[in-house]
């Protein structure tokens, strides 16, 4: 009766691309076409140059803050890389193994001139800005993915079949060389071998089977009673991948909101369905991006040439006499006990570095408080009704505005609709870069 012996060989390796980390933190160095240590603006943008103190940044989980808690994003649509209040971190991010900071896998970022010898950080050149020029971003060693020290292999000793009185085998050529450069070590590779060897009567014939885990598989063996098979598999992680923001949708495309109260841009009046206007407090809290404040997480236009076309979410938002923008703000539990107001920030076509508004006509802009919270399902029709009108204004670029102030709503959504009167045309990119643009909550 045949015998049969095996052996296991077992090696083990780990390597990964991706190492599941606790949150590491670091500060920033920029190297390339601009230069010197990354530091922040009160409102969280991240610049290089302009001798602002240098930065401390924290990496969890593909997502970065800074140190005051806010979350790192890539601002549509210019891929401004800062940190906002309220903000979830975009995600994507990484520490090579030469300690560059990574977005996707790449290291590559461009730096563009907000004044001279001053640079935002963006992870694509800006359109129209021929100064751009690429960067790396070194976190100084920190944060850098540590290898795993491989455990030692574990042979145990090989069975040997009894000496028959022939053996006959049919010895295979060398095997050729094969090179494999790889950055990673090799994950787990188990090499199993049988051994099958009959009863000593007669000449004998010993059968070799080698199975292996490798990364290349070697030309078939020449016939013979020894067969040799390879086979090679590597598995490496990959960070997860993210979705990169829509690109905003210029006003052109966006159809006509819902008319605002039909009135004389000297003397506007609420539509008979709407609440009476409340007046503004005197206690209004900033007109400005300082301290707290909420922007926009859903900005949805409707318009009543199109009553029943939902646009869904947008960046740009676009206010006449037939077209109105919902702007939805969450209101934090932190705000319980204060005060938010709703202001209209405004400035000069000349401040704005990443956005740009068109304005034409006369009339006002009207800021009402609707009922429940809008969607992106929502259209002319189905909006919700108007809960109360904040306020109005005639807007002219240069100015910010306080619409409303009223105790905060915490853990709330609140959504305000802003229409416009008379032959009034507006539309802007909303946007919080310097200057500040659009719609938002303060609170105090």
Known sequence: MPRSYAAVILAVGASAA?????????????????????GQLSDG?????????PATYCINNGGITDSSGRGCILTPPTTQFQCDVGASPTTGFGISSSGEVEYNGSTTFYACPAANGIYNIYTTPVANQPKCTKITLSSGGKCVPAKPTPKPSVVPSVASCPAPSTVTVTQQP?????????????????????????????????????????????????PGTTEIKTTWQYTTLSPPTTKPAPPPVKS?????????????????????????????????????LSGAYQTPHLIVPVSSSQPDHAYGTQYNATITSS?????????????????????????????????????SGTGSIVFSSLSSAANQQTTWNNAPSKK?????????????????TS??????????EVCGTGSLSLSFFEDWNPSPIGVYVTSC
């Open 18 to 38: 991706v190492v599941a980390r606790d949150q590491c933190c670091f500060q920033l160095t920029a190297s390339g076409g601009a230069s010197g240590t990354v």
């Open 45 to 53: 943008q991240n610049r290089i140059g302009g001798g602002y103190p």
């Open 174 to 222: 060398k095997p050729s060389t094969v090179t494999v450069t790889e950055k990673a070590q090799p994950w787990t590779t188990t090499v199993v071998e049988h051994a099958t060897c009959p009863a000593p009567q007669g000449p004998s014939t010993v059968t070799v089977t080698q199975v292996q885990t490798s990364a290349v598989a070697p030309p078939p063996p020449p």
């Open 252 to 288: 052109s495309s966006v159809a006509p909101p819902p008319p605002p109260p039909q009135s004389q841009p000297s003397s506007l009046a609420p539509p008979k369905s709407s609440p009476p206007p409340t007046k503004p407090s005197s206690s209004a809290c900033q007109t400005e």
């Open 323 to 359: 077209e109105c923008t919902i702007f939805n703000f969450d209101i934090p539990a932190s705000y319980s006990g204060k005060s938010c107001s709703t202001i209209f920030l405004f400035p000069e076509q000349s401040q704005l570095e990443t956005s740009s508004f068109d304005i």
């Open 388 to 404: 109360q009108q904040l306020g109005s204004v005639s807007p002219v670029p240069g100015n910010s505005y306080a619409i409303s």
């Open 407 to 416: 105790q905060c709503s915490p853990g709330s959504t609140q959504s305000i």
